[in-house]
């Protein structure tokens, strides 16, 4: 497999994470908690018999129609078996005397990942809700602003990424000096911050006119309004937009990683495992599961927001 | 025209204040003045101007109740926005106890409740009335017991830690009410507000409103389709008609001061009386010219049709809008 391979991987992976984020909030009125967790792991369990079934019964050069592959190989070397990657798992990272488990190589890149990503996410949060409050406050900001928030996201990452690098190298104040960690954290501010100023705009204008003209009558000014209105009532709005940016923010660490090379990540151990692939298939695997995992807490965390806000809830829709 | 309608309004004026009894005296300014006041729509690009209010005066005297009647589309709900400030009239002049609407507004000398209660639903019922007081930094303590005077007033005393979404439309509409009298207001400015709510509640409704504005001595102005309620309610009825909105008729309901209402009032002879004289003057009234003259004529028809009510909740008067 190679680097190129293994990143298109990362980003399937983190994508279906993305999809199960959005498709979250909708379920829980219908479901239980208990069904929840048993119907995700079934999920799973299903995902893992379908690899299995076709690795078992697909042809060994996989399918090819007219000279593209449209399914991939089922050699041992391009599709592990499931169980062979979670063996790995409990294996020495590499044959070298004293290398730690896999698992514990992977939680802790997982964990350096994650609290990058999670930087990123509070800085991309803050800096998409007030570019939301100007673009509320003032109609021409909206006007100026909306479309080159829309056209940022069509930089590809790893345009940005040198240049954040190349900046930030320069920065010196006093005994602060710029981390390439930092890099990394602006870049997944760089893509959080979208879904959240497009959400949190949305749900500042979301009040109703009556509920508008009621604070007009009381002659509340714009902070009373948008302290007891307005940020209120886009709760049901940012939340999402919240869960979005923090998927969002694992991309963007776990991508920005590989592009400015910076180790201790899953980025780089995905790289630097996807060569060992030859001689180790069930290896780059590990570093996924990782960066699945990482979204995984990123959502919940999320979640767990939305818990401490249900109050502000209450006017959503029950599905 | 003009002065027909001045005139008209003028004299409703005198009859009502001697209606509304010794709550006028000769020095306290009017709760509510509109004089000579338009309003046009839009005129922006090729779009034609639309004149929703043209050249309407009116005046409410201190603890007067005041119904705004009339077709959709008559301005009875712009009228009411001119007099709270949420929009400004094309010309002519509004004064709310002496001073500039805007004024009025800021200084919330009155209180405003529309057809939807309008809480907010993360609020519980407490908090939404609170609401204003806490705006306007009400202590903590003062607040507290502002609210549960309120709660008991409207009947709710058992709900304040509820959440709106756990009330049915009239209890929800009783918190809307409560929230517009929670600063005392002297002037009450109500747009349908039981428009949306059945006709049982709404009679409950209309009984407890004039229960409270008894208690309260608030001046009322009051939009709604249902000549009923605008009798049952008011000390006088403007009658409205639409395209430009225009003052018809000012109807004084001699029925007594809004202490001395009831549910007995319903089955009065002077009840019956009072609608019939607003029916007359919504449907069938003689305006001298204009497009009035032509709903004249359908006027009977549309009034067959519509029974007691002008209107069905999201209707149009069947008459008048087949023009």
Known sequence: ?319 | MTDQNATATDGGSVAASAGAGATRTATAPDAVTVSGVSRVFGSRGREASVTALDDVSLDVAPGEFVSLIGPSGCGKSTLLRLIADLDQPSSGQISVFGKPARRARIDQDYGIAFQQAGLLPWRTVAANIELPLELHRVGAAERRTRVGDLLSLVGLDDFGSKYPDQLSGGMQQRVAIARALAESPRLLLMDEPFGALDEMTRERMQNELLRICAETDAAVVFVTHSIPEAVFLSHRVVVMSPRPGRIVDVIPVGLGSTADRGEALREDAGFFDAVGAVREALHGHPVSAGPATSATSTGSAGEAREGANLCEPSGRPAGRESR
Request: aromatic share 8%; glycine share 10%; charged share 15%.
């Open chain 1, 1 to 319: 497999m190679t680097v190129s391979e293994a990143l298109k991987t990362v980003d399937a992976g983190s994508v279906g994470t993305v999809a199960d984020v959005v498709e979250a909030p909708r379920a829980p009125r219908r479901v239980g908690a208990g069904r929840r967790v048993l119907l995700g792991a079934l999920g799973v369990v299903i995902l893992a018999a379908v690899w299995e079934l076709y690795k078992a019964l697909g042809p060994a050069d996989g399918v090819v129609i007219g000279g593209i592959t449209v399914l991939p190989r089922t050699t041992d070397l391009a599709m592990p078996h499931v169980w062979d990657m979670i063996a790995r798992l409990f294996e020495p990272v590499s044959s070298i005397a004293g290398a730690p488990p896999m698992w514990l190589a992977v939680l802790q890149a997982s964990a350096f990942s994650l609290g990058i990503a999670a930087v990123g996410w509070v800085v991309g949060v803050l800096v998409g809700g007030l570019l939301a409050v100007l673009m509320q406050r003032f109609i021409t900001a909206e006007a100026a602003v909306l479309p080159w928030i829309i056209l940022s996201q069509t930089v590809p990452l790893i345009a940005i990424a040198p240049l954040v690098r190349r900046w930030g190298a320069q920065i010196h104040l006093g005994t602060f000096e710029w981390a390439p960690w930092m890099s990394v954290a602006v870049i997944a501010s760089y893509l959080a911050f979208f879904p959240v100023s497009i959400g949190a705009l949305r749900g500042l204008n979301s009040p109703d006119t009556n509920h508008v003209e009621l604070m007009r009558s009381y002659a509340a000014g714009w902070w009373s309004t948008l302290v007891r209105l307005r940020l209120p009532a886009s709760v049901p709005y940012l939340l999402p937009a919240l869960r979005l940016g923090a998927a969002s923010a694992v991309i963007g660490t776990v991508v920005a990683e590989v592009s400015i090379g910076l180790r201790g990540g899953i980025g780089r151990m995905v790289v630097e495992f996807a060569a060992a692939a030859g001689g180790d298939p069930a290896k780059p695997w590990a570093p996924i599961f990782g960066a699945v995992l990482v979204g995984l807490l990123a959502a919940g965390f999320v979640s767990l927001i939305g818990v401490f806000l249900r109050r502000y809830r209450r006017g959503e829709v029950p599905a």
